[in-house]
């Protein structure tokens, strides 16, 4: 479950905001770590927009903004916010996944659209996503290409997961080749309420709300 972090924005102002991401958390890294804030009207919907990010990954301190001709554009009342953490699991590509075992990339069962990944060691999980290219030689009737395509996966354990092909095998059988990859996992850090109040303060153009 995501932190609770409330916002109050001026609206008509500069905003900016500072929070921090794995303070106190040794092992907490930016590296392949990419961040979206937005600003919704109704929770988890309606009108939204993005704030502005600057990383400070030597702080674990990410600011927030939106300049002022956004904030002009705000309704009074109480927004919505999020911020979301993508993180690239950055594995080692399986080159040529299975070569070294005489092309056992992939197992199909007849009639059946679950393919199995035979990767050693994938260290995957259930939430991520795999990323196959160039797949060839492959069982259960698939021509070249077939599998090719980013796959929600399922786990099998440490050595197999397996995903859904766009269309049934016709023999049970094990083979194959494919580069594959995994791609982004995404986790919400932080949500809130945001209260947008009306432009009520003589501040200048540029001073900043936070």
């Given amino acids: 479950m995501a932190a609770q972090n409330n916002l109050m924005i001026e609206a008509g102002t500069d905003y900016e905001s500072i929070v921090y991401i794995g303070v106190g958390d040794a092992s907490y890294s930016f590296t392949n770590k990419e961040f979206r804030a937005t600003l919704n009207a109704t929770y988890g919907g309606g009108t939204h927009l993005s704030f502005s990010i600057k990383e400070d990954s030597a702080n674990k301190k990410i600011t927030l903004s939106l300049p002022q001709n956004i904030t002009a554009t705000l309704a009074s009342g109480i927004w919505y916010w999020d911020l979301i953490e993508n993180e690239n699991k950055s594995f080692l ?61 399922t786990i099998v354990d440490d050595n197999n997961f397996t995903f859904e092909a766009g269309g049934t095998a016709n023999a049970s059988a094990t083979a194959g080749f494919a580069n594959v990859n995994s791609t982004f996992k995404t986790s919400r850090l932080l949500e809130g309420d945001v209260l947008v109040t009306p432009y009520v303060t003589n501040r200048t153009d540029g001073e900043a709300s936070t």
């Fill in 93 to 153: 590509v399986a080159d040529q996944l299975g070569s070294g075992a005489g092309g056992n990339a992939f197992t199909t069962v007849s009639g059946d659209a679950t393919v199995e990944v035979n990767w050693t060691g994938h260290g995957l999980t259930s939430d991520d996503k795999a990323i196959i290219t160039s797949s060839s030689s492959l069982p259960g009737g698939f021509a070249n290409g077939a599998l090719d395509g980013t796959k929600t996966i």
